[in-house]
């Protein structure tokens, strides 16, 4: 099946500074990508969509100048936590979708740690 | 609002029984349906998908049946294994470039 690559699989950031994970989907061209945050135990929660070459779409109660995102390819999807502070620890997954009503790829998920 | 919905968090079934795990959902306009399963510290990854024109998908030990009427659908793994152990999530693709998951449910098989 397709592939979606994440990067970095784990990073761990001083309060303060920012950190870039990254999406890549490596055998196709993924017209959207997701970026999801899930907390211990509890379910997917969709951050953002965003389409190749147009602003992304943040859902309700997610801070857009927090978590910026840029999707500036068809293969890559970049999400940016800035000024990271640790309640942003978390385990953050891409996903990636080639077109209307077709499966959903998933990234490995970023492991994110704020000291 | 909630248009794909898993209202078990948790399950737990013994080694070599079946393993029943049930989503609703309120658009009728979905017409694919997908379960993914999902491992701690890992993304999902698929594992069976069904079309609104069928009743019933089969795949191994997994099975994915559709009642439309109810707006409900269901994924049985029979025989359950230990492997099996994982937060199954059930999903649906939207109009547009949506895609709808449920919260999940967290399966535990146990030896």
């Known amino acids: 099946g397709a592939v979606v690559s994440q990067h970095p699989s784990r990073v761990i950031c001083k309060s303060g500074t920012s950190v870039k994970i990254e999406c890549r989907s490596l055998?196709?061209?993924?017209?959207?990508m997701f970026w999801y945050r899930q907390f211990p135990k509890q379910s997917l929660m969709l951050m953002a969509t965003?389409?190749?070459?147009?602003?992304?779409?943040?859902e309700q109660g997610v801070e857009k100048d927090k978590f910026l995102i840029n999707h500036a390819s068809l293969t890559l999807s970049t999400l940016t936590v800035t000024s990271a502070h640790p309640e942003d620890s978390s385990f953050y997954i891409c996903?990636?979708?080639?077109?209307?009503?077709?499966?959903?790829?998933f990234g490995q998920g970023t492991r994110l740690t704020v000291v | 609002d909630q248009q794909v919905k898993q209202n078990s968090p948790s399950l737990s079934v013994q080694e070599g029984r079946i393993s029943i795990l049930n989503c609703d959902y309120t658009?009728?306009?979905?017409?694919?349906f997908l379960w993914y399963k999902k491992y701690p510290a890992e993304g999902p990854t698929f594992l069976i998908s069904?079309?609104?024109?069928?009743d019933k998908n089969e795949d191994g030990r997994f099975t994915v049946f559709l009642n439309k009427s109810a707006k409900h659908l269901s994924l049985h793994i029979v025989p359950s294994q230990p492997g099996d152990s994982a937060v199954y999530f059930c999903?649906?693709?939207?109009?547009?470039?949506?895609?709808?998951f449920g919260t999940g449910t967290s399966l535990t098989v146990i030896p």
């Open positions: 658009n009728s306009m979905f017409d694919y």
């Open positions: 069904i079309s609104s024109i069928k």
């Open positions: 996903s990636a979708i080639t077109g209307v009503n077709t499966e959903a790829f």
């Open positions: 055998d196709f061209q993924a017209t959207t």
């Open positions: 965003s389409n190749e070459g147009s602003k992304a779409t943040y």
């Open positions: 999903a649906a693709p939207g109009t547009g470039n949506q895609f709808y």
